[in-house]
């Protein structure tokens, strides 16, 4: 609600589907941002419950646990060293 980044990209995108003519412009828009307000929340809801199981198995894999840093490190280096010996 506070993202004027939000704000722009619907006042440039929901005017094509508020007709004048049917009824009050403002009841209109309201209607769209309740149901996008609505959606938004069901989805956001049902993205954390399908997380939740993900997140307990891969608290489970305490060897990759260990070897994270490592790998991650390893990774780094070799982007590194890519950029590193690129000719232009």
Same mark, same amino acid.
């Given at each position: 609600?506070?993202? $004027?980044?939000?704000?722009? =990209?619907?006042?440039?995108?929901? $005017?094509?589907?508020?007709? $004048?003519?049917?009824?009050?412009?403002?009841?209109?828009?309201?209607?769209?941002?309740?149901? =996008?307000?609505?959606?938004?929340?069901?989805?956001?809801?049902?993205?954390?419950?399908?997380? %939740? $199981?993900?997140?307990?198995?891969?608290?489970?894999?305490?060897?990759? %646990? %260990?070897?994270e840093g490592?790998?991650?490190?390893?990774? =780094?280096?070799?982007?590194?060293?890519n950029?590193?010996?690129?000719?232009?």
């Open positions: 609600m506070l993202n $004027p980044k939000t704000a722009i =990209f619907f006042l440039a995108f929901l $005017p094509q589907f508020v007709h $004048p003519e049917s009824a009050s412009s403002l009841v209109q828009f309201a209607v769209l941002g309740l149901i =996008f307000s609505g959606l938004s929340a069901v989805y956001t809801s049902l993205l954390a419950l399908a997380i %939740r $199981p993900l997140s307990r198995g891969v608290k489970g894999l305490s060897r990759l %646990r %260990r070897w490592k790998i991650i490190g390893t990774l =780094f280096m070799g982007l590194g060293l950029v590193a010996l690129q000719q232009r």
